[in-house]
């Protein structure tokens, strides 16, 4: 193989960084919230990140080395309640579809921030295609980008993306319930949508508050018709989704308050 020169800003770039994950989005990443101990659901994002890495064909650490280094970082921030992001990012072939032969662990360590605890959403403008990319964390991540920002500058706080059969699926960073009765439901995984932790969680603890829980292809208008509606992620935990563009969303507050705490017990967070 010939040699490779790579300039920066007019100099030559010697020290390596990840060039696949800097060129082609070959990363995987997992965002949690250490609130001064590991999180309950450590092992999940971990066991998530190694299926992720699989599919991208990125090698991965051992987990045993990937925690350690989490700790570290969050130790040596001093941060008690902190938002921890670990990426897995790759360097290897320039080739396109060439492989892998190295992985880079960076954490990212920054003060948690109070969530919000209701949330107003965009229909994003373009529709979400099938991708097996859509069931991983990956680090290409400019669909979720584009969108997030497309609604920010729309004045709301998160998108909501429709698959090519006008069915929702997730929005940009977050996962979505809502309630009838005593039915709980939230588009299936073959909508399209990355199958979140805090997710599995809400399903399991649904069943458990005596909801019948209904995975499913769904139109807006069924999420539009209501009692309750909600946004879902290992940061927010959970946040009401109250208004999707012009449209207002019912809140009923005695069944969502009943749901969140249970989370947040399952958590260890204080609502």
């Known amino acids: 193989m010939g040699r490779e020169f790579i300039f920066l800003d007019r100099e030559p770039l010697v020290t390596k ?17 250490w609130r001064g101990t590991e999180p309950v659901f450590l092992k999940k994002h971990l066991d998530r990140m190694k299926n992720g890495a699989k599919l991208l064909s990125i090698p991965m650490p051992a987990k045993k080395i990937i925690k350690n280094s989490v700790k570290e970082a969050v130790d ?7 938002i921890v992001k670990i990426c ?4 290897g072939s320039m080739i396109f579809h060439g492989d892998a032969d190295k992985a880079h662990l960076m954490v990212i360590v920054k003060n948690y921030e109070k969530q919000k605890g209701q949330m107003r959403a965009h229909i994003a403008s373009f529709r979400r295609n099938s991708s097996p990319l859509l069931c991983i964390k990956s680090t290409n991540y400019l669909e979720n980008v584009t969108a997030r920002r497309e609604a920010k500058n729309m004045g709301y706080d998160e998108c909501i993306f429709l698959n090519q059969q006008d069915e929702i699926t997730e929005g940009s960073s977050t996962n979505i319930f809502w309630i009838k009765g005593e039915v709980m439901y939230t588009p299936s995984v073959d909508c399209g949508l990355l199958p979140g932790i805090t997710r599995e969680t809400i399903i399991t ?6 909801l019948e829980v209904k995975e ?7 999420l539009l018709s209501s009692n309750c509606a909600f946004l879902t992620n290992s940061l927010i935990g959970m946040a009401a989704l109250t208004q999707i563009d012009s449209n207002k969303i019912n809140f009923n507050e005695e069944i969502y308050v009943r749901i969140r705490d ?3 017990r399952k958590l260890r967070w204080t609502p």
Do not use: C, H, W
Not at 17 to 33: D, K
Not at 76 to 82: G, T
């Open 76 to 82: 040596r921030s001093n941060i008690m309640d902190a």
């Open 88 to 91: 897995l990012l790759s360097s």
């Open 17 to 33: 960084i990840p060039m696949r994950s800097l060129l082609y989005g070959e990363g995987v990443f997992e965002t949690f919230r």
């Open 262 to 264: 249970a989370l947040f």
């Open 205 to 210: 603890l649904g069943r458990k508050l005596g």
């Open 216 to 222: 499913g292809r769904f139109k807006l208008e069924d």
